[in-house]
């Protein structure tokens, strides 16, 4: 466990985290604790390191750019839990009680350990496009989050975009899809949607399990070349997803046709593979590449100082860009409860009522310095999921480019099943559905 504490300075900078006219007098006006749960060792590691950095990197940023959330400082403290969901609870209960209301579990496995002590503990917790799809139905999972979109949605849109590709939804039809994941609750969490459009659509899908930490692959692409996928759809995680795509490169499967998942595409996923990766494509919900003015900001107030959490070239990456993403969502609901309850310290339900309210626009992205890198969202009672789009993006051996438009889920399809599971797994947990009318 790393302690990552950071104090605020004496200079007078621009409060709020968005150009005023002139500078504005910096007050210390207490501070927010953000517990974060991280794999910077083990097999998931080339996954976890830049995700957690860029974590560091926007919490430093506001802290150093803008004395914090309103003046409010980020104090934050980092917990090795190596992918491992029994480390992953025993590092949440070793840092609840140090007064955080906000928790993101980095893991499915760990995600489903923890909704159930959310509301207890009071704790929001934000698993930003990964956790229990059937939690974003807010109306039975008050307090789980799981914005900009949630796996279900990410694989409708994989199939929409499939479609598309194919010349429309009804070319689908006698297609071969297999969906290889990693054989966990985050792998198989894509299964039912896929299953449903399956039968929907007409495609043919193929279900191909691989066991932790799946660095063993090769049966796996043996009954890939005897079934011959028009698309294969990828669900992995760190050392599967590069033994992944250097299998399918070396029995010379149609890169383009193989998609990743928006966590089975970053720059460490395809290295390994050299010029075989070239073509590989993924799911994202955001840009890669540091030519944002957030990555300005932060060579200014912190690699020129030395202060920076990753080297400075490896800024903008794909999994670093998420992780600033990430933490950019969690400090823009904390101000969205600030502008109802004010410039200080809050209460876990005061931060769950910003979650519920966030409202994250295209001028607010602008003056984020996120403009482009990511579409505008908007959380409500009803819908933990927000309205979010995805995008597909491919590896030109070199660097990853956006090469669709944004996706619209097939939210149609997505709802109704998401609702119906929510009430289920509601019912093993004995909740009640909340009445979001009534709650202001």
């Not at 789980?144 to 939804?169: C, H, I, L």
């Not at 929907?200 to 899908?205: A, D, I, M, R, S």
């Not at 996923?269 to 540091?290: E, I, L």
């Amino acid at each position: 466990m790393k302690l990552r504490t950071l104090l605020i300075g004496m200079l007078a900078v621009t409060v709020v985290g968005w150009p005023m006219a002139g500078p504005a007098p910096a007050q210390d006006k207490g501070s927010i604790f953000i517990p974060l749960l991280v794999y910077r060792t083990g097999p998931y590691a080339p996954s976890g390191i830049p995700n957690a950095d860029g974590f560091n990197d926007y919490f430093n940023l506001l802290n150093e750019r803008d004395k914090g959330i309103n003046g409010v400082k980020i104090v934050f403290e980092e917990c090795e839990m190596q992918y491992d969901t029994k480390q992953g609870v025993e590092c949440y209960e070793r840092l609840k009680g140090k007064g955080a209301v906000l928790v993101n579990p980095f893991s499915t496995g760990i995600t489903y350990q923890l909704i159930p002590k959310a509301p207890v503990d009071k704790i929001v917790m934000h698993s930003m496009g990964y956790g229990m799809t059937a939690a974003a139905d807010g109306r039975w999972f008050a307090w789980v989050f799981n914005f900009p979109m949630t796996y279900w949605s990410q694989a409708s849109a994989f199939v929409k975009y499939v479609g598309q590709q194919e010349g429309g939804m009804d070319k689908l039809k006698a297609k071969k899809i297999a969906h290889i994941y990693h054989n966990s609750p985050y792998g198989r969490e894509a299964n039912p949607v896929l299953e449903t459009l399956a039968r929907q659509l007409g495609f043919e899908l193929t279900l191909l399990a691989v066991d932790h930490p799946g660095q063993e692959q090769k049966a796996t692409w043996l009954q890939v070349r005897r079934l011959n996928p028009d698309w294969i759809y990828l669900s992995g995680w760190g050392v599967m997803n590069q033994v992944a795509v250097k299998e399918a490169a070396d029995i010379g499967y149609k890169m383009d046709h193989l998609v990743g998942n928006w966590w089975s595409g970053s720059e460490s996923d395809v290295v390994a593979a050299g010029d075989g990766a070239k073509g590989f494509r993924s799911m994202t919900f955001h840009a890669a590449g540091p030519g944002f003015k957030v990555h300005q900001d932060a060579v200014k107030y912190l690699y020129d100082k030395g202060k920076g959490a990753t080297k400075r070239e490896l800024m903008g990456e794909v999994y670093h860009n998420r992780g600033m993403i990430n933490a950019m969502l969690n400090t823009e609901a904390v101000r969205t409860a600030m502008a109802k309850f004010g410039n200080k310290p809050l209460t876990g339900e005061q931060v769950r009522w910003g979650f519920e309210n966030l409202n994250l626009t295209e001028k607010r992205l602008e003056e984020l310095g996120m403009k482009g890198m990511m579409q505008p969202l908007k959380v409500t009672c009803e819908n933990h999921e927000s309205n979010g789009k995805a995008a597909v993006q491919q590896w030109d051996g070199k660097k990853w480019t956006l090469v669709s438009d944004w996706i619209e889920p097939m939210r149609e399809v997505v709802r109704p099943k998401l609702e119906a599971a929510a009430v289920e797994e509601a019912k093993k947990l004995g909740y009640t559905m909340r009445d979001c009318a009534k709650e202001g």
